[in-house]
């Protein structure tokens, strides 16, 4: 995206749009009509600049100061015409909001819904061969931390049921190292220079524990030495492959292995950490 | 704000507080008697933070939209930078929110948290780890909730306001026009 498209067409658009709103504030005779919570289609604003989105006014305008980006959010949107047929009296106090959908007023039911879907979603994102595999930043574009909450708990209580003795201490140990590894492994990146988004990072780590959650499991399931290895080290080299092409493409090419090394030195210890209870 | 709740009107939405209370409540109340019951840690943090996390999911989409009209999300824009959405119900339902319903949420957020602080001053002066942990991963749930929307609500108000003027002054050179269209 070059930087000259950024200076001259938004500019254009923006100052039109507001001449627009102004023209609009002043056309209306009356109290304005309480317009229904919109789904505002979002001017991206970065957090530096007021981010707050009230649901029935009009965007706010565009501050020139930061480069306007090109609104365009799909998922909102998506939710939104879903939910066109759905704004129903599922709540006394917002009736008066008319057919226009809006995720503030949704169902609850359609709330989990649409939080699972986006776990199932994310996790096939990662975990599975799928074309969006090149481009890291559109793939985990809805990180949540649903999926990777719970398979380290899934896979602490599989260890912890593994282990014969000090069951309280395989968990608390196999817990507090996915999570603070997973915080130092984004911390890593973003120290080698990456660009990758903090919670987008700790989301892809999480999802990419499940294989290895997968083979903790078999692994529970059958006791076999030279099966728990084979087993391992087939999850653990689909593990990596999950999580390669995400880091790889956040950082400088020079300095790749620096930041993909402790990624598999962390999953190579959980997969050590399997083997090894008994 | 005032210790004791607004009288005059009763829950507009009785189940939707309950819910609110009980998962936050349900979860301080396993991890206190728990010790009495269960021996092993493993089913005390699972059940505690399982409760939390469950209660940090109720409290940021269904009771922040339902009783105090707030909801506050991150998104991922098209130039792989994260921005944080606040948004909020316009003013009119604001306005007719029941007060006792938002009087309810806003003081169990604010207590649950300082209740999980006290705790883990107690495990921290008994050099209690694991309970240190259980304790900062209820905590980071319950903050993260009330700093979202502490934000909320902030920027909801900024808002009013410069809508308000907005319009005022928009109304004021609406009836300058006129007046010069007369003359």
Partial sequence: MSHNERDTVPLNQSSQSDIDEIENLINYSGPTTVLPAQPSPPPTIPISSSPFIPSNLPPPSQKPVQPAVPPAIPINNNNNNRNVNNNNNNNQQLTGFGPAPNTLTEPVWDTVKRDLSRIVSNLKLVVFPNPFREDPGKALRDWDLWGPFFFIVFLGLVLSWSASVKKSEVFAVAFALLATGAVILTLNVLLLGGHIIFFQSLSLLGYCLFPLDVGALICMLKDNVILKIVVVCVTLAWSSWAAYPFISMAVNPRRKALALYPVLLMYVSVGFLIIAID | ?183
């Fill in chain 2, 1 to 183: 704000m005032d210790l004791n709740p607004p009288s005059g009107e009763n829950y507009a939405n009785p189940r939707i507080c309950f819910f609110h209370v009980l998962f936050k409540a349900g979860a301080l109340a396993f991890y206190i008697l728990s010790a009495l019951f269960f021996d092993s840690f493993v089913i005390i943090f699972v059940v505690t933070v399982l409760l939390s996390a469950l209660d940090f999911w109720v409290v940021k989409n269904v009771s922040g939209r339902i009783l105090v009209g707030l909801r506050w999300w991150n998104e991922i824009d098209d130039n792989g930078e994260s921005v944080w959405k606040f948004e909020c119900l316009d003013q009119e339902s604001l306005a007719r929110m029941n007060k006792k319903d938002s009087w309810l949420f806003w003081w169990t957020l604010y207590l649950t948290a300082v209740v999980w602080i006290f705790f883990g001053i107690f495990s921290l002066i008994r050099f209690q780890a694991d309970y240190l942990l259980v304790v900062g991963v209820c905590l980071t749930l319950s903050i993260a909730n009330i700093v979202g929307f502490t934000k909320c609500r902030k920027d909801a108000k900024k808002q009013i306001q410069q809508f308000a003027s907005q319009t005022i002054a928009n109304r004021f050179s609406s009836t300058i026009q006129s007046a010069f269209t007369v003359v």
